[in-house]
């Protein structure tokens, strides 16, 4: 069923679990998420990039919020990373349940300006708003206090932005990035920082955590047995997840994840079965494998069993 963001995550803070903001792109990655999400009793949020809006068009917003209304269990359709007004209305036009509008790339006070002009739009249709404050920015253990106090989100502005926009939900910058590279070695999480912001805020208001994915090491080895080409590609660890979202994140958004196991496993099917062409034997594992994913992050999340 189709619900907005804010019922899924005003949920998940107050009885203390996360929930997945999957970014979805085609047909085989949202039956991966919604077949998950069923498979796994959980709700989910189906997060589509301007990205996604530009290469799957009117048929892929059709097709997922079709999908989302169908679905057994709780399910937001959500704009990642919205850039502009425009992008929002459109959304909303879509039938969208939920919208971000990222300003976090402007000043504070052009930040709140835009980001209240889309609250008071999406609101009056009843779509819930999340925004952004802070850079997300991968940051190792040894950057200096100050160096990591201009890049992560500001607690007290915080508090002063959520007051002055009236948004439903928080991204917060506390170390984490987006991408496969997430710092050397173990990615530098400032659990502190979060810990104050919620303080601030209160126990009930839901918090987002961007660049999440956990990159498994086992699909990059993999990835790279199959002819793949990766750096030193790291995510962030599961304990890191679990203790962020005891701290205050509702929402924790993957996609890096669900790209790596698409392109893991065409790349072996591919080098397996030299004489396959049916779209169908080569996207249908690539989703077997997706969905596995996915079901591991919500119970990770711990929003199994929770619809
Ligand atoms: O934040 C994200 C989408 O908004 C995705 O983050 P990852 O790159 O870590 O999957
Ligand atoms: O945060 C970004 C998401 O991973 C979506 O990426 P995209 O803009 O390439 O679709
Ligand atoms: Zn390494
Ligand atoms: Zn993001």
């Known amino acids: 069923m189709l619900v907005t963001g804010l019922e899924i995550l005003s949920q998940a803070r107050k009885q203390g679990y996360g929930v997945g903001a999957f970014n979805t792109n085609n047909m085989e990655i949202t039956q991966a998420i919604l077949e998950a999400a069923e498979a796994k009793r959980s709700p989910v949020i189906l997060a589509l990039s301007e990205g996604a809006l530009k290469y799957g068009g009117r048929e892929l917003t059709t097709m997922v919020r079709e999908a989302a209304r169908d679905a057994s269990v709780p399910v937001a359709v959500h704009l990642d990373h919205g850039s502009s007004y425009e992008t929002v209305l459109r959304a909303l036009r879509y039938g969208f349940t939920s919208v971000m509008i990222d300003k976090s790339g402007e000043d504070f006070e052009t930040n709140v300006r835009e980001t209240r002009r889309v609250v008071e739009a999406a609101h009056a249709v009843g779509v819930s708003v999340e925004a952004e404050l802070g850079r997300l920015a991968g940051i190792e253990e040894h950057v200096a206090v100050d160096e990591k106090d201009a890049l992560l989100t500001n607690p007290r502005e915080a508090?002063?932005?959520?007051?002055?926009?009236?948004?439903?939900?928080?991204?917060?910058?506390?170390?984490?990035?987006?991408?496969?590279?997430?710092?050397?070695?173990?990615?530098?999480?400032?659990?502190?920082?979060?810990?104050?912001?919620?303080?601030?805020?209160?126990?009930?208001?839901?918090?987002?955590?961007?660049?999440?994915?956990?990159?498994?090491?086992?699909?990059?080895?993999?990835f790279r047995a199959a002819g793949g080409e990766i750096g030193d590609a790291h995510g962030i660890a599961p304990e890191?997840?679990?203790?962020?979202?005891?701290?205050?994140?509702?929402?924790?958004?993957?996609?890096?994840?669900?790209?790596?196991?698409?392109?893991?496993?065409?790349?072996?099917?591919?080098?397996?079965?030299?004489?396959?062409?049916?779209?169908?034997?080569?996207?249908?594992?690539a989703r077997e494998e997706m969905r596995k994913v996915v079901e591991a992050r919500m119970d990770l999340f711990g929003s199994s069993g929770r619809a």
């Open 240 to 285: 890191d997840i679990q203790k962020a979202i005891a701290e205050g994140i509702a929402k924790i958004n993957t996609d890096t994840d669900l790209r790596l196991a698409f392109a893991t496993r065409v790349r072996e099917v591919l080098n397996a079965e030299p004489k396959v062409f049916d779209p169908r034997k080569i996207l249908g594992p």
């Open 159 to 222: 508090q002063v932005f959520v007051e002055q926009t009236g948004i439903d939900f928080l991204a917060v910058a506390i170390g984490t990035s987006h991408g496969p590279y997430k710092g050397k070695g173990k990615p530098f999480i400032d659990h502190a920082r979060l810990v104050e912001i919620a303080g601030l805020l209160g126990d009930d208001y839901p918090l987002v955590l961007h660049g999440a994915s956990g990159v498994p090491q086992e699909l990059v080895q993999r």
